[in-house]
């Protein structure tokens, strides 16, 4: 049905679609090539696609010189994996009460959750209750409480569990096993495929923010990676827009500050390139669940 | 997604209410003890900060807290503070022209990529480009903002480098505040073309084969099958994501902005909007007053615009509409 050779049309699509999936990665390899570099050929030549002299003293500065880093790195995995724990457990139990279908009011608790999503009470209420009454300043709950309950993910896990026949229930009630019995030893690991997609999104979430952090932690020692990324980005903006320019000019010919900023975004995006082609799989499945069953 | 509401089949067991609401939860206690964690998370960071909204009503003092401190006077003080300044309206007006700029050029985008990758046959060809394009969507906006700096920094930036091999004059993206909406439109397509594709690819394939078969054998050009078949069988999922999209065009994605944009006051003109703006008023200047005005004036009409863009979806829809 396809013609076999390829029209004009053909490889100007094919054209496009290379070019635009090229952009895609340049940045990517050029950041790596960054890390790479040595700081005099990044102030030389700019930033380019491989690195002219490899020089790993960046990532040697990053592992001996700074706690600080690898305190961020700690925060950032302890968040992510205390935050995505809580958060499967905390949606997926919600979710297993809304599904209920012997449960007559499951309804009103699909409303309440649904509301949620919603009406939304903006940055300002929400930044003054956190702060004022829940007292997370400069906590690290401040970056795991907020987004733990989830009404959307508390909706996708409620459809999947919905479409499970009501029998097994009754079943596994009649050889008397309560509810918490049935959710955890019966429907979650039922329900393994969407927990697991919808636990790549959530700690996706907790790995990739920094919006948290910078609006509830001041504390340098418990700032996530993510954050501490962009501190020292605009810190060295800073310095370079500031009078004594031509102090840090000698400054930074010594301390490679260029390439050190590229390693430690190495470094923040290295897992997710390590597990990318995991992620996709479920993300492309778990988004096909969505769009199907809506 | 769909919510049962059910509220017909609770009127016709009308009669069983009044204890037997209270037998009924009783027997279902433990559900309800599962449910609560949600219930009280979702009551403290959603429904607690919608009681909050009154502070733009009140002159705020943070020692009285929300329904402590004293209502303002006259009671619209904060609005008509917030009407006085320049900087309220701008950053009102650019988050709707640089949303309705966003939602325009990323459909072009989306629906452009998904329909080309459908010509695609070659399914290595495919599939990777596919891993490439949607690779972006994992990483951060301050990575974002690394890769943009990398590119368009004065001294050492890419951008410039190429510039200047063409014996041209280096520009200064960093403080040119019009080239911002472009580059802002660049930045959102980059990172998430890929993913707003998959929606698309994925109304392409449910498409019935014997459409195209019919169509090639009345001679229909590839071109014209894409025109007329491929597009019309999109439609609605792009009226659908659109409406969505247009029901949150009040609200801007703070992260992107505060990544690619952050404190460089030179580009505000063309790049503060309403989250940025109510951030730096509370979090920089400590304006709350000003800022939970605006925050207020951006909650009331994107709830409204999130109701009316589920009716219109719903109407046209049923089973894409949220609720």
Redesign the interface.
Known sequence: MYPKRYSIGQIVIVAIISLFSLSCLLPFIMVISGSLSTEKDIMDYGYSLFPRNVSFDSYRILILGSNRIVDAYAISIIVTVVGTVLSLLVTSMGAYAMARRSFKYRNVLSIYAIITLLFNGGLVPWYIICVRYLELKDTMWAMILPPLANAFNMFLIRNFMMAMPEDLHESAKMDGAGEFRIYAQLIVPLAKPVLATIGLFISLNYWNDWFLGLMFVDKQELQPLQLLLRTLISNVEFLRSSSNAMDIQRIASQLPSESIKMALTVVTIGPIIFLYPFLQRYFVKGLMVGAVKG | ??????AGR?QT?AGLMGNG?IR??VR?R???L??L???T??F??????????V?AFKN?D?QQ??FGSEWAKPLLNNFDYMLTSDSAYRAIKNTILLNALFIAVGLVFEVG?AL??N???NKY?KR??Q??????F???W??V???A???MNF????F??IIQFMGLSPIDFYSEAGLWPFILTLAVR?KV??YGT??YL??LTSVDNSYY?AA?IDGAS??QQTWYISLPMLKPTILILTLLAVGRIM?AD??MF??MV??AALLFPTTDVI?TF??RS??KSGD?GM??AA??V??IV??VL??GSNYIARRADR??A??
Do not use: C
Request: aromatic residues 16%.
């Open positions: 997604m769909k919510i049962e509401t059910g609770m067991r609401v009924e939860l279902h433990m559900l309800l599962m449910f964690p949600a219930a998370l979702l403290l960071f959603n429904y607690l900060p919608l009681a909050g909204l502070i705020f943070f807290g929300i990529l080309m990758l010509e695609i046959r060809f990777v480009t891993s490439l394009t949607f690779l972006p994992f990483i951060s301050i990575v903002g690394v890769f700096y990398n590119l001294e050492t930036g890419a410039n480098r980059w073309t890929g998959i929606i994925a109304a078969e090639s590839r071109w609200n703070f992260g505060y990544a952050g404190d989250d109510v951030y509370l979090r709350i800022a939970s925050g207020f951006q909650s994107a709830f999130v109701l089973d894409s949220i609720f």
